[in-house]
């Protein structure tokens, strides 16, 4: 145990002698806790400190930048996705959602049940991602809410 604490002494003088003399001069405080027997524990800890909270913001830094680029990919799929769908009437995603695209203003009552099948289709599958844990539970709800709307405006 002496010898962990010699040895931490001695990385703390080593981090010491690395500080420029300018700094002691400018920051009379770190010469007073230097000259205390314990004042250099202080200090290497306000440098341990310092450090972490800056590998924290270089993290936050990184995560911020990840997640835009996560968004612009999202969008970017999403826009191919939407383009697809108003090129085909029935077109078809990675995750197995399909959109419908109507092609007359006019609709009969097979198109209704037809329609109204689709969507229970697309339901369930919904359902089955949200059970199988690939997505999460604010999409599961907004997907249905959306279906249901959907289905809503279906007149039977």
Do not use: C
Not at 5 to 16: A, P, V
């Amino acid at each position: 145990m002496i010898e962990l604490m010699q040895m931490i002494e001695t990385l703390i003088d080593q981090l010491l002698l690395l500080v420029p003399s300018p700094v002691f001069v400018d920051f009379p405080l770190l010469g007073v806790l230097l000259a205390n027997p314990n004042g250099r524990y202080v200090v290497a800890g306000l440098a341990v400190v310092t450090g972490f909270i800056g590998l924290w913001i270089v993290l936050w830094i990184i995560q911020i930048l990840l997640s835009k680029q996560a968004k612009l990919g999202m969008k970017a799929r999403d826009n191919a996705v939407k383009a697809d769908a108003a090129n085909s009437p029935k077109a078809k995603t990675e995750d197995g959602f399909q959109f419908f695209k109507r092609n007359g203003a006019e609709k009969t009552q097979s198109d209704d049940d037809a329609a109204l099948a689709a969507i229970e289709q697309e339901m369930l599958a919904i359902r089955q991602l949200f059970a199988d844990g690939h997505i999460l539970k604010d999409v599961y709800v907004a997907e249905t809410r959306r279906l249901y709307g959907r289905a809503k405006t279906l007149k039977i």
